[in-house]
């Protein structure tokens, strides 16, 4: 009777698993990447989002420069430790106003920026006192 050579290619296929799984069970310890990754940066693990009221407040200020025909296209954008409100005259440029509210160097409570390009043109702790800036000036970007 002829060999079988379907056996000697299971057994082969066979100990290749079993060595595998021994393998597997000395490396049985998971560790998150993330945690591992945003406790070295020192990052907060927390998204910052923008909530219900201070969205209201953003889309306030927007809407009424959209009616003036200043504004036409706003974006936001999530960053590690920050969220972007942009303002854009045409969809196709720079933003002319970004409103960011990122976490207090303290680690405690936020702090919103006003700028326009490059140059900052308020700082508060609260979203309704950074946006003075943008009722009190003309705007005609």
Do not use: C
Not at 111 to 123: N, R
């Amino acid at each position: 009777m002829a060999k079988d050579w379907t056996q000697s290619i299971f057994h082969i296929k066979f100990q290749k698993i079993t060595r595998a799984q021994d393998l597997s069970s000395a490396m049985s310890n998971v560790y998150s990447l993330e945690k591992f990754k945003n406790h070295k940066r020192g990052k907060s693990s927390k998204p910052i989002f923008f909530d219900k009221s201070e969205i209201g407040l953003l889309l306030n200020v927007y809407s009424r420069q959209v009616a003036a025909g200043n504004w036409k296209d706003y974006a936001i954008d999530q960053l590690p430790g920050l969220v972007v409100f942009s303002i854009f005259k045409n969809a196709n440029e720079h933003p002319i106003y970004t409103i960011v509210k990122q976490v207090h160097p303290s680690g405690k409570g936020r702090e919103f920026f006003v700028h326009a390009g490059a140059k900052q043109l308020s700082k508060s702790d609260q979203l309704s006192n950074a946006l003075r800036v943008l009722h009190k000036q003309t705007i005609f970007a």
